[in-house]
Each structure stands twice: as structure tokens, then as C-alpha cells.
């Protein structure tokens, strides 16, 4: 992966981790375990062993936003990939929260760059309307800036 510097692993999110198994009692967003809880030994085994099939969007950055929410803000960015426009969080790990390096990797989401971002889709229990799965983000990979066709930074090498 010349050119992409990883963002964002799940396995090195301990926080979002916890948080998810925390709240993973029967509610609103709680997801089937068919496969486990997220960040457990047997999600990992299951996308390991294809069981869970996982997903890959590369594309570019177009927007950088932050939706008001009350009490907080919560950071999110618009990928465009063949033409479809997603909204994802805006997700780092790997560094200590307030350090330099977590700023740093927070700041590599600007539009224009070119990324990948792999995900699972795991069915919700209580279905909502018009939403039968959630997407969980395995890993976010950010590169250089790209035109707006999405040409990858290092596909002309």
C-alpha cells in the first residue's frame, strides 16, 4: 500500500471497542452475534474465514463535515467512489488520544485525498426503517490528493 498511510484500525481502538460491547444489551443499535461482538476473537475469525464478507471503497474525499449534534459535534467525511457519494466517521487510532500524532492522523481527512476504507455489514436485531444492517469499519487508509476521477496516487507508477 505505497503512497496510503493507515488512519484507522479497529483492532487499535480499544475506546470504540468497549463502547460498542458496553451498549451491546438489546436496543436500538444492537447487532445480530451471530459471529460475536465487535472487537471480539471470533468477529476476527469469522472475517478471517470469509464468513463475514468484508467491503472495500476507494475513492476520493469530497467533503469534510462535522454534524451538530446536541452537546457535540460529530466528525464525519463524504467518500466518492464510482460516482456514489457515502458519509463515514471520521475515525483514527493507533495513537494516544490529545497526542500530536492522533491530531495529525485527524487532520489527513481533506478533501481532494484519495482513500480506502474497508468495512463488515452486521444485521441489527430491531431493524429501523429503510435499515437492515449498520456498516463497522475495519480500516481507513488516506493517500495523496487525487483528481476528481479518483485516479489512485500510486496507479501511475
Known amino acids: 500500500m505505497k503512497g496510503l498511510r493507515e488512519v484507522y484500525d479497529l483492532r487499535e481502538d480499544p475506546r470504540f471497542i468497549a463502547g460498542q ?9 444492537d447487532v445480530v452475534r451471530e459471529h460475536g461482538a465487535i472487537g471480539s476473537l471470533a468477529l476476527w475469525r469469522a472475517i478471517a474465514d470469509e464468513r463475514i464478507p468484508v467491503h472495500t471503497l476507494e475513492g476520493r474525499i469530497s467533503r469534510v463535515f462535522s454534524l451538530g449534534l446536541p452537546g457535540s459535534d460529530w466528525p464525519e467525511f463524504e467518500l466518492e467512489s464510482d460516482g456514489d457519494r457515502t458519509s463515514w466517521t471520521r475515525r483514527v ?3 494516544e ?3 500530536r500524532e492522533q491530531v495529525e492522523r485527524f487532520h489527513m481527512y481533506e478533501v ?33 490528493r487525487v ?6 496516487p500510486t496507479s501511475r507508477e
Open 93 to 95: 487510532s493507533g495513537a
Open 147 to 152: 483528481d476528481r476521477g479518483g485516479v489512485h
Open 112 to 144: 481532494g485525498r484519495f482513500v480506502r476504507l474497508r468495512y463488515v455489514r452486521m444485521r441489527l436485531n430491531t431493524p429501523l426503517p429503510g435499515k437492515e444492517f449498520i456498516q463497522t469499519v475495519l480500516e481507513v487508509w488516506i493517500g495523496g
Open 21 to 29: 460491547q458496553r451498549t451491546a444489551s438489546p436496543g436500538l443499535l
Open 97 to 99: 488520544p490529545g497526542s
